[in-house]
């Protein structure tokens, strides 16, 4: 099965249209993705609007990018304090 990604958009739309009263069987088949998929949006998402999604997903697009850089920078720490260490 291809995957398909949808926008935060089309993924709040699909909440608010479950919210309004549309089956979650027939939304979920309508738009093409798993039951697991629409609880884990639900989970995610409900409550949330447009520019709060989009302020969330880009949020942790940076927590990830920074706790790939912490290692780097401890290890080059470390390293410095040997250099350090060792000369006097």
Not at 63 to 86: E, I
């Amino acid at each position: 099965m291809k995957r398909k990604r949808l926008s935060v958009e089309q993924i709040v739309g699909v909440l608010k249209q479950a919210e309004v009263g549309v089956p979650v069987a027939e939304l979920i088949r309508k738009v093409g993705i798993s039951e697991q998929t629409y609880y884990r949006w639900k989970k995610q998402y409900t409550g949330l609007e447009v520019d709060q999604v989009r302020q969330l997903k880009q949020l942790q697009e940076e927590n990830a990018r920074l706790k790939r850089l912490v290692p780097d920078l401890t290890l080059d720490k470390v390293m410095l304090q040997d250099v350090l260490g060792k000369k006097f």
